[in-house]
């Protein structure tokens, strides 16, 4: 019998010398890391003497057993999944329960929205008569305020009151919580005429919860459908203005492609592979006509059954009080925004004249007035496979660079606004620094906004909770659940960068939590009392009829917005303070409550009253900077109503986290990444509605505000840095 063979060990291989280094680059050019670096690969390890004795069995033929033995599991697997599918009702051939028109969509992996309390499908219903009506947290009008609702809302309802203290109507517990005075404000009658006049509801599911419009021209705020006669009485050169729309009207009224025509998904983010204006089965802005760009269903919609005959069968609820008689409540300043839920054409007896509904219920003439569809900007979504260090290109005409050897060479353009995945390195060139791409190529410092990791978590990044980032150097935002990405996008917060926003339109920094949501309220461009409260600043807004108002829409620039109000007893489009912890008294945010409930206050007309903003700092009547507000002598009278003043009405997705500042849409400008409010944090409309229904808590649905806290639940942090 022969002795055993023993396997000769194989020769240990001695790896070469590595080969000499390059020379270093030159002092001005070194590589700095910036993030994490990626880590090193494991070196491959020799094979074990087992591995060496699998290796050498006959693969080959023991496959083809195996690969017989897989096709025999493989059908008896399929049997029993077939079985346990028609067990469960579901349809093999569809991929979807037996009955279903289509397979259901795949479940977000992350980035989940906040989920809304839904209204109860039976039982009595409260409708809201007012503009904006409160909810009070007891049945008590001097008990904390939850938030409001606004005309036109049909809200669950208790079947009884909870009493009548103050209010003779009855206190109703509303859905999901919180008390409702019946009465001026709300009704139990489901077919009151107002509620069927505000029966459109803002539109939660599209990029912006109305259509909205820019006032090109003065005009008046009719409160009926007005006959040619009262149109020339109230509209100035009104002849010359309607030859001049006829002639000008295709042009003055195109409308461009824009947030609305932006493919989103049921959490508000942008569809992936989808281009602007692909719209699936609906039509984008430049396929549909100008009836519904303004809020109505079509080119042809009847005028409602309020407005029928010349005559309106619903009350004014718009913040201009009138007595009755008024063919029109208010005039709109040239810039103003307009929010609309609808419009209709008019016969010769009107001019053959269009017109617009605004959600307070009143009438614009839609030839002067331009639609507005809103920028379609929007940040990118973050995955495991694309995610942080980014960088935003931000300025245009920005360029791709190689360095070599020290050297920076032009490599071509960089998209504005393009979106580009980092490597973690920086290499600084002459004093410039350069980021480096996953495509290998290199960003200049200047050209780019920055979505990193932090150096740090927050103690809500800790604790798996959903945060939000914003950096004011690099103008961008991200969204954290927990320690994980799920959203950037760029900004553009206060105007004056990172000076100090006490002096300045700086964005205040710090940590803050979410005061209070709002589907939309009024802003104005000048900055008083409101639900965020004024902000703590010395600064001054200058405001003129043709430039300096960084919110006016015509000349590219963004302002401070005004912090929305909460909603007062009869109805205003400036809400009041929605009370709450956060906020300090009515009196205390609003000048003319506080000035009504002060025994010594003067009346507004008198003569002897205090002009507003004539505090030290600020100018007074007779200065070139002055607005003319009520009371000082000069509104109304020397200089016309409205001088230096516009309005952005139905601003939407708010959400405050200081006093004065707020996260918001701004569908008045598209400079993202630039710099330019007055303090508040601008987003596009899509990055606004994604954020509004991600952040916590959820605005219940039917509600059109709330302030957060013990009641309705706590709110999403917000760090605010560099």
């Known amino acids: 019998m022969p002795p055993p063979r023993v396997p000769t060990p194989a020769p240990r291989r001695v790896a070469p010398e590595p080969p000499p280094r390059a020379p270093e680059p030159p002092l001005e050019e070194f590589v700095d890391e910036v993030y994490d670096p990626p880590p090193t690969p494991p070196r491959p390890r020799r094979p074990s003497r087992v ?240 009836g519904q760009l303004l809020g109505g269903d079509s080119e042809t919609d009847p005028i409602p059954f309020w407005l029928e005959n010349g005559k309106r069968l619903v009350n004014n609820v718009s913040d201009y009080k009138t007595k009755g008689f008024e063919i029109f409540a208010d005039r709109a300043r040239r810039h103003t925004g307009l929010a609309l839920i609808g419009s209709f054409p008019t016969g010769e007896s009107s001019l053959n004249r269009r017109f617009a509904i605004t959600t307070d219920l009143r009438l614009a003439p839609a030839s002067k007035i331009k639609p507005d569809t809103g920028s379609p900007w929007h940040g990118v979504e973050l995955s495991d496979e694309f995610s942080l260090p980014l960088a935003f290109v931000r300025t245009q005409g920005a360029k791709i660079y190689k360095v070599v050897k020290g050297n920076v060479e032009n490599a071509g353009e960089a998209d504005f606004r393009s979106v580009h995945q980092l490597t973690g390195k920086m290499r600084t060139v002459a004093g410039v620094k350069y980021y480096r791409t996953k495509d290998k190529y290199w960003l200049h410092q200047q050209d780019v906004g920055l979505a990193v990791p932090p150096a740090s978590w927050p103690k809500d990044a800790e604790d798996g909770k959903k945060w939000i980032e914003v950096s004011i150097g690099n103008q961008t935002l991200v969204l954290w659940e927990g320690k994980r990405p799920v959203y950037a996008t760029l900004i553009s917060s206060g105007k004056a960068g990172l000076d100090d926003p006490k002096t300045t339109t700086a964005t205040v920094r710090g940590v803050f939590k979410i005061r209070n949501k709002h589907i939309s309220a009024t802003m104005d461009s000048n900055e008083s009392s409101s639900v965020g409260g004024k902000a703590n600043t010395t600064y001054v807004a200058k405001n003129d009829d043709d430039g300096g108002d960084d919110d006016k829409p015509a000349p590219k620039s963004a302002s401070k917005p005004k912090a929305p109000a909460e909603p007062a007893k009869g109805g205003t489009s400036k809400p009041k303070a929605a009370g709450g912890k956060d906020s300090k008294t009515t009196a205390a945010k609003d000048p003319k409550a506080a000035a009504s409930k002060d025994p010594k206050a003067k009346k507004p007309d008198s003569a002897k009253a205090k002009p507003a903003g004539a505090s030290k700092g600020e100018p007074k009547p007779g200065d070139p900077d002055y607005v003319p507000r009520k009371g000082d002598g000069i509104y109304g009278v020397t200089v016309r109503r409205g001088h230096g003043t516009y309005q952005l009405r139905d601003v939407p997705y708010i959400q405050y986290f200081e006093s004065g500042y707020a996260l918001h849409v701004a569908y008045w400008h598209d400079v993202f990444g630039i710099p330019r409010s007055h303090g508040c944090i601008n987003l596009s409309p899509i990055d606004g509605h994604r954020i509004f229904l991600w952040t916590e808590p959820a605005v219940p649905e039917g509600w059109h505000a709330i302030n957060t806290g013990e009641e309705m639940g706590e709110g999403t942090t917000i760090i605010v840095h560099e």
């Open 51 to 290: 591995g060496r004795f699998f290796k050498r069995l006959p693969w080959p033929q023991i496959g083809i057993s195996a690969a017989a033995l897989a096709i025999v599991t493989g059908v008896i697997i399929g049997a029993l999944k077939l079985r346990a599918e028609r067990l469960a009702g579901v349809d093999p051939a569809a991929g979807a329960p037996s009955g279903s028109s289509s397979a259901a969509a795949p479940p977000a992996s992350q980035g989940q929205s906040s989920v809304p309390v839904t209204q109860p499908q039976t039982g009595p219903m409260l409708g809201i008569k007012a503009f904006v009506t409160p909810v009070y947290s007891e049945p008590r009008d001097t008990s904390k305020k939850l938030g409001y609702l606004r005309v036109g809302a049909k809200v669950g309802r208790s079947e009884e009151p909870a009493g009548k203290a103050n209010c003779p109507g009855g206190w109703y517990q509303v859905h999901p919580k919180g008390y409702v005075c019946a009465g001026e404000d709300a009704t139990t009658d489901m077919d009151d005429p107002i509620l069927k006049a505000a029966s459109r509801r803002p539109n939660l599911r599209g990029a912006m919860p109305y259509r909205y419009a820019f006032v090109r021209a003065v005009l008046p705020m009719y409160l009926r459908v007005p006959t040619a006669d009262e149109q020339k009485k109230s509209e100035f050169k009104l002849e010359e203005h309607l030859d001049w729309y006829k002639e000008n009207e295709p042009s003055v009224s195109k409308p461009v492609l824009g947030a609305w025509d932006v493919p989103i998904d049921e959490r508000g983010v942008a569809i992936p592979g989808k281009k602007v204006g692909e719209v699936g089965m609906g039509k984008s802005s430049l396929e549909i006509g100008l």
